[in-house]
């Protein structure tokens, strides 16, 4: 049965290690016969949750008109959702967090399945810790499936991941 998947990517390079991860993923899901939607969270205008729940009185919309409506509109559609970012200071891009706050309308979306894809230029997983740590709870608080996660070390510069065993595991 075909899936609506979801990727918010937070990567800010164009063609960085983190979007050759979301394109093979997305090869990946789409050989399957689902359906992909890859929103660039680096490259949209998305503020920050002002906390004022007008989402929950409201059929899941934000108050806020900006990039993140259109995302919020896939995403109440979408069966699964996966995140991709490189890590910054030991967590998620600043973009992709932003994404990340406004999804608070999705606690009263069905149960999905979601995925994550991370790159870190250390060479062990330590340094993602923050992000694990923020994706765990979030799955948790909202029943969601954890379909995996996916974390390729030691890419820090461009094309590191050329090759990587991480880009057949998506």
Not at 72 to 77: R, V
């Amino acid at each position: 049965m075909s899936k609506n998947i979801v990727i918010l990517s937070g990567s800010p390079r164009k063609n960085g290690n983190s979007k050759k991860l979301v394109a093979k993923f997305k090869e990946g899901a789409e050989s399957a016969g689902n359906t992909v939607t890859v929103f660039r969270t680096a490259h949209m205008k998305i503020g920050g949750c002002i906390g004022c729940e007008y989402c929950l009185k409201n059929e899941g919309k934000c108050s806020l008109k900006d990039d993140m409506t259109e995302i919020l509109d896939a995403l109440h559609k979408a069966d699964a959702v996966v995140w991709a970012s490189p890590i910054y200071y030991f967590s998620f891009t600043a973009q992709l967090k932003s994404a990340i706050d406004r999804m608070y309308p999705l606690i009263n979306d069905s149960a999905k399945r979601t995925a994550l894809l991370l790159t870190c230029a250390e060479e062990t997983s330590d340094t993602a810790a923050g992000a694990l740590a923020i994706y765990d709870r979030i799955v948790k608080y909202y029943e969601w499936d954890n379909a995996g996660i996916v974390i390729a070390t030691g890419v820090e510069f461009m094309n590191d991941i050329d090759g990587r065993d991480e880009l057949e595991q998506v």
